[in-house]
Structure formats: C-alpha cells, structure tokens
C-alpha cells in the first residue's frame, strides 16, 4: 500500500512538474514584432517604479514617454540602438547609454525584441496561451513573455538587475503609406496645375 501511494505521489509531482515548465517548442518568429506598435509599460526595480507609453517603429527605433513618477512625469527618451537622447518639455540633449539607469534597461528590452525580430525561429517555451524566450544581453540574461494568439508583448524579466517590465493596451502603429500616397497625389495635382497655367499663359 505504501508502495503504491508512493508511486502515486512521484507521478503527481511529475505531471505537476511538466504542467508548470511548459512544453519547449522551436516557433517562427518571422511575424512576431514585424509591426511597428505602442503600449503601457510598467517598469519595477529596486529603485524605480515608472509608467511610460512606449513605442516601436521598427528595428532600433524606440520612444517612450513617462507619466509616472512626477519626476519623470513628461521625459522622453528615444534611441535608436546606438544613440539615446532625452527631452523634456522642448529641450532635449544626447546622453549615453549608461547615463540615465532606465534608459539603460529599456536598451537592454529593445536589443532583446530586435533579436527575435530578425530571426526566422526561436526556441521557448509555451503554456497557458503565452511564448516564453530566453536570451542573453550586454546587460545580462533576459526572460520574454509574449501572447501566443496575438504576438503581443506581455512581460519582460531580468533578474540580475531585478528588473520586470509589464505591458498592457498593446496595439499596432499604422504606418504612414497613406499619408505618403496622399502626399504624392498632393503633389502631383500641384504640379498638373502650374503646368497647365503655363501653356495658359
């Protein structure tokens, strides 16, 4: 009898075990991060507890924009892989990477989500409806969590800097094709008409 609940015992323990881990799964990550989008980002650190809307336009082109904490509240801050600049109410000046601690960091997330945009797969893990990648940084080692159904970003992890960024209200950034299609035919009319009052005249 004590045999048998013993063997029930490790059964349990192992099926609770692949239940919590995930399946691992190698994922095409072609159309994941393929569009420029905007979201909230919750950034928590030891030091810091920060709310900002953050932007992708593409590969290393990100913006975010505080509104929490009132000491943030209205900075900007833009980089583009290799340059990061901070504004504030009109004045901006350039600053290094490691200048500002966030700014850091939110490096740190853009080179990892520009990893996975420019290769065709992954490996990660899956369960409960969200992708799980694992890679490695300048800054340390990283942990992704993205929505299964959706590609959304949902979480990103670094524990050496004790770090957890959360995103919510994550949607895609229309890119500005029409503006530049109206733009052309704008342009093209303008230029039909001052040929026209030529022949004219």
């Known amino acids: 009898m004590k045999k048998c609940i013993c063997i029930l ?13 995930g399946t691992n799964e190698t ?15 919750n950034i ?6 920060a709310i900002g809307k953050l932007s992708r336009y593409g590969l290393e082109s990100w ?16 980089f583009d892989g290799v340059n990061s600049e901070a504004s504030y109410k009109g004045l901006s000046f350039s600053m290094p990477k490691s200048a500002v601690p966030v700014n850091s960091m939110l490096l740190c997330l853009a080179t990892a989500i520009d990893e ?3 290769t065709d797969e992954k490996d990660c893990s899956s369960s409960e409806g969200l992708l799980t990648f694992k890679g490695s940084t300048d800054c ?30 994550v949607s895609t950034l229309e890119t500005s094709s029409s503006e530049e299609t109206s733009a052309v035919e704008d342009t093209s009319t303008t230029d039909t008409e001052t040929v026209s009052e030529t022949f004219d005249t």
């Open 44 to 49: 928590v650190t030891d030091d810091l507890n």
């Open 140 to 169: 340390g080692d990283y942990i992704l969590t993205v929505k299964e159904d959706s590609g959304d970003i949902a979480m990103f992890e670094m524990k050496n800097l004790n770090l957890v960024i959360t995103f919510s209200d």
């Open 63 to 78: 913006e975010i924009e505080f509104s929490e904490p009132t000491t943030l509240s209205g900075v900007m801050l833009t």
């Open 9 to 21: 015992t490790s059964l349990t323990f192992i099926i609770l075990t692949a239940c919590s881990s």
């Open 27 to 41: 994922v095409s990550t072609k159309d994941i991060f393929s569009e420029p989008f905007t979201c909230t980002a």
């Open 116 to 118: 996975i945009s420019t």
